[in-house]
């Protein structure tokens, strides 16, 4: 990573202090789910800038505002997870009440559209409220899967694409959206935003059975069935079309290894296609848009610095 991009990085205000409408839930929401993380969507939105050829000071607002989004999830997803812990520190509603950490979630994307529709790129408020849209339909289809009684694999991948893909969507298509790009190659960042967000999931649900901070094992705890829980399952009933209302046993520690094996081999594949989809956007924006500070775009710092990004965020273990 370039001295530039954790310099434009660090310099992100999450305070809040501009919006004073209520202090004391920019407060709450400081001290919780603002609070550190190692703010990836933020850094992958510059990565994409610089590979666009776009100047840091016209991206940095769209890179603050889907950080500010992934917190607003955070807050929500700790009331629905019934989570007391977040990064190893009391989480939002252990530290105020479900009902205010579901208030501070949606005070936080309510501050996000107005800053957007301030910029007057209708296009982007557009593309945030559809991010925004996914990010409730996937935490619906979580609850939904939990009783299911056909539950498949595209059940639970539409989960990891609604929550997680759908905010990288966003660090790919603001700055094609930004860089003026045509619809077709900007619906091309989208996919790849999806990918990785999807395989990033997967990675999460591995660590959720591996990981020593406190909050492991939650979704056995929450009957959340993530990707592992599913192939666990799959495998120790010998079927792969699931009836939740028949299982209410999720001891799986007999498949748990065999089904993390097949989770990683799915997110392999999926970092395959990633790297795959950025060599043909790369490409792609050097035909339509010529060389970026002199270089082939596929030969820039920043597409090496996007194909690290896509193997860490989707190899933590």
Not at 160 to 184: C, F, I, Q, Y
């Amino acid at each position: 990573m370039s001295p530039e991009i954790a310099k434009s990085v660090a310099q992100l205000d999450f305070s809040l202090a501009e919006w004073d409408r209520n202090p004391r839930i920019a407060q709450l929401l400081s001290r919780t789910v603002l609070k550190g993380g190692k703010r990836l969507r933020p850094l992958m939105t510059f990565l994409v800038a610089d590979l666009f050829g776009l100047d840091h000071a016209q991206v940095a607002p769209f890179a603050r505002h889907v950080e500010l989004v992934h917190a607003s999830t955070l807050a929500h997803d700790d009331v629905v997870d019934n989570a007391d812990i977040r990064r190893g520190e009391a989480s939002i509603n252990a530290v105020a009440s479900n009902k205010k950490a579901v208030l501070a979630g949606d005070y936080l994307l309510s501050y996000v559209l107005q800053e957007i529709a301030s910029s007057g790129r209708n296009d982007l408020v557009i593309e945030m409220a559809r991010i925004i849209a996914d990010l409730a339909e996937g935490e619906w289809l979580q609850i939904e899967n939990s009783v299911a009684t056909h539950l498949k694999w595209s059940d639970i991948e539409g989960v990891a694409l609604h929550k997680t893909g759908s905010v990288l969507r966003w660090s790919w298509a603001a700055p094609a959206l930004l860089a003026n790009m045509d619809e077709p190659f900007v619906q091309k960042c989208r996919g790849l935003g999806e990918a990785i967000g999807i395989a990033f999931q997967m990675t999460d649900d591995i660590l959720d059975f591996v990981r020593q901070d406190g909050a492991e094992g939650a979704d056995v705890k929450n009957r959340v069935i993530n990707s592992v829980i599913f192939e666990a399952l799959a495998l120790k009933y010998g079927r792969d079309l699931l009836d939740m209302s028949e299982i209410n046993d999720l001891d799986i520690s007999s498949t748990l290894d065999v089904a993390m094996l097949k989770v990683r081999a799915r997110v392999d594949a999926l970092v395959k296609e990633s790297h795959s989809l950025l060599r043909e956007i790369a490409d792609e924006f050097e035909q339509k848009r010529g060389l970026v500070h002199g270089m082939p775009a596929s030969e820039s710092n920043a597409f090496a610095s996007l194909s690290m990004m896509i193997n860490f965020l989707a190899q933590r273990i």
